[in-house]
């Protein structure tokens, strides 16, 4: 098993197989605070729009949609409007 630190899954684009799109690299992730497992990687929007009251787009990647995680990149496979959300800055 290789081990990886986030610091270095930060440094990796994330890119959708389904349509080819970079997402961009991560910036955060969620954990289930019981079990301690990754539940969610999240991406910001590149686009750099911002939303009504102080909110930002970010890619919130379900953990189980990763298909891969290389030297690179992270590959993932999803439905890119789907996981597209508003996030609290």
Known sequence: MKWERFSQ???KEVINICDGKRLGCACD???D???GK????IIPEES???CFFGKERAYFVP???IRRIGDDIILVEVDGEEI??????
Do not use: A, Q
């Open 38 to 41: 990754i539940c969610t990687l």
């Open 33 to 35: 605070s019981v079990t």
């Open 29 to 31: 992730l969620e954990i």
């Open 63 to 65: 953990w189980r949609c």
């Open 84 to 89: 597209l959300r508003n996030d609290e800055c």
């Open 9 to 11: 899954l930060k440094e």
């Open 48 to 50: 750099g729009k911002f």
